[in-house]
């Protein structure tokens, strides 16, 4: 089983996008999903998470401020509305859900059922 990300598209700096994250069937209604992104030649970095309940959201330094991590349970969703968006945050964009609950929110290996991506390109 994997999620769904999509809304990506190309934007000029200081724009904005809205990514979604969808869960077929409701599978992961009780787990934290994360956003991560990945540039080209980089890793893999955390951008966002939230918990289960949507009350408690988690964010990389970079982004703090100008992103927001939401969620619709009912349309087993999760949103990631991108304001003031830098050439820096161009990559592609992958959510996943978080299967281990010993390692916190900003680990990569935390999670699993990755979607498959969805490119932001941010020009200057």
């Known amino acids: 089983v994997q999620l769904q990300a999509s809304g990506g598209g190309l934007v000029q700096a200081g724009g904005s996008l809205q990514l979604a994250c969808t869960a077929p069937l409701r599978t992961f209604d009780y787990n934290t999903i994360g956003w991560f992104r990945q540039a080209p030649g980089k890793g893999r970095e955390f951008v966002a998470a939230v918990t289960d309940s949507g009350r408690v959201t988690y964010y990389a330094g970079s982004v703090k401020g100008r992103f927001t991590i939401s969620r619709d349970r009912p349309k087993s969703t999760t949103y990631l509305q991108m304001n003031l968006l830098k050439p820096d945050d161009t990559a592609v964009y992958y959510c996943?859900?978080?299967?281990?609950?010993?390692?916190?929110?900003?680990?990569?290996?935390?999670?699993?059922?990755w979607g498959q991506g969805t490119q932001v390109t941010v020009s200057s």
């Open positions: 996943g859900v978080k299967v281990n609950f010993l390692k916190n929110e900003s680990e990569e290996r935390a999670y699993k059922h």
